[in-house]
């Protein structure tokens, strides 16, 4: 099959699983054309049978701004003739859905054979925070329900897309999934010395993100704040966005600047994830958790927010804990239990990585994305 992938080149989680299922796919058998402004985090080096073609994306004097998706169309539009796509993969629906839906338009006006079928997978900002806004909420409908098929990531968003936007076609659910074979726990010798210092006992709480507003990065620094008061620990906080410089002023507020690294965007965060002791995730809303998952299957137990997709894939007290949102107090004392008691530390971390190798590991999942293209381009019942 050849397919044609549509997504955001930032670490947000979207353009991290749309990466990720097309080296998947193309370690699969499958054709794959990467589509984004720049190359996508995480590609990493030459993946045999995988190209990255750039949407370049011109200013004029006439328009008041760039015109992003009519440029990233007529990149579709070129790539689906030059290279007969089968499949156009949109991760986001507006505006790649968007753009996908009017690229089959115009391969269909022009007479030149079938167009590919256009898949959209829905994230979850695309729906809770740009769906919702009125600006955009009718062309976000319009591109879903144009689709071919769509996808969601959890039941949660699912069930708020078809609620929020009045959607009633099908939406498949298909988690978002890991490399088991690469996200294991795999300590790099000395690299916790190197946070911890002459602090040998020091455990080591993180966080990984895109440091949006939504993330809560205020919520991240004020619960460990209230662990730092009663475990020796340190907090490494992976990652960059706009609240970064947040974290900063925070952490010198609550006095624990010193405590507090902030090591900026990481494309390999397993070693991080290796020497972590426990992971905090207090967003304002999660459509899966990406980032949970990953820490998961490193055997890392997750204090986060019981929102959205999160308890698919958090069993609270048994794989991680779930706390309401803004609940620093809860949160810490589950971190705080954690961090001290060594037999329910191993028991939740052991559950965590035994629950990630059966329901997300990416041998499981990719086949669930290609009997959904099969069904788009009408080769399987729907």
């Known amino acids: 099959m050849n397919v044609g992938i549509i997504c955001y080149a930032s670490m947000g989680g979207s353009g991290i699983v749309a990466t990720e299922l097309g080296k998947a796919l193309a370690d699969r058998g499958h054709d794959v054309h990467l589509v984004s402004t720049d190359a996508p985090f995480r590609l990493g080096g030459f993946h045999p049978r995988l190209v990255f073609h750039q949407v370049n994306t011109p200013s004029y004097p006439l328009f008041r701004e760039p015109q992003y998706v009519l440029s990233l169309t007529n990149t579709v539009v070129r790539v689906a003739r030059e290279e007969g ?3 156009v993969h949109a991760h986001y629906a507006v505006p790649h859905a968007t753009a996908g839906v009017l690229a089959r338009q115009v391969l269909e006006a022009s ?8 898949v959209t997978t829905l994230h979850g900002t695309d729906i809770t925070v740009v769906g919702a806004d009125p600006s955009y909420s009718e062309i976000v409908a319009f591109s879903i329900d144009q689709s071919d098929g769509v996808t969601a990531v959890s039941n949660s968003l699912r069930e708020t897309t078809c609620r929020e936007l009045s ?17 294991r726990r795999a300590p790099v010798d000395d690299l916790r010395t190197r946070y911890t210092g002459s602090e040998s006992s020091s455990r080591i709480v993180m966080h990984l993100s895109n440091f949006r507003p939504v993330k809560r990065i205020d919520l991240v620094v004020k619960v460990f704040a209230r662990i730092a008061a009663r475990v020796p620990s340190v907090l490494l906080l992976a990652g960059d966005g706009p609240d970064a410089g947040l974290a900063h002023r925070l952490a010198r507020q609550l006095g624990v600047a010193g405590r507090v690294h902030l090591l900026g965007a990481q494309e390999n965060v397993v070693p991080l994830l290796s020497i972590a002791d426990l992971f905090l995730l207090p967003s304002e809303q999660e459509s899966f958790g990406l980032a949970a998952l990953e820490a998961m299957a490193c055997g890392v137990p997750v204090v ?3 929102v959205g997709g ?3 894939v958090i069993d609270h007290g048994v794989t991680g804990f779930l706390h309401p949102v803004g609940d620093v107090e809860t949160m810490a004392d589950s971190g705080i239990a954690l961090l001290s008691d060594s037999e329910l530390h191993h028991r939740i971390g052991d559950a965590a990585v035994r629950v990630v190798r059966e329901r997300f590991c990416v041998e499981r999942v990719v086949p669930m994305y290609e009997e959904h293209y099969e069904r788009a381009l009408g080769r399987t019942p729907i």
């Open 85 to 87: 796509l089968d499949i």
């Open 310 to 312: 999160l308890p698919e």
């Open 167 to 183: 959607v009633k076609r099908p939406i498949d659910v298909v988690p978002n999934f890991l490399d088991c074979g690469t996200w």
């Open 111 to 118: 007479g030149a054979g079938r167009a590919p079928r256009v």
């Open 304 to 306: 986060a927010s019981e």
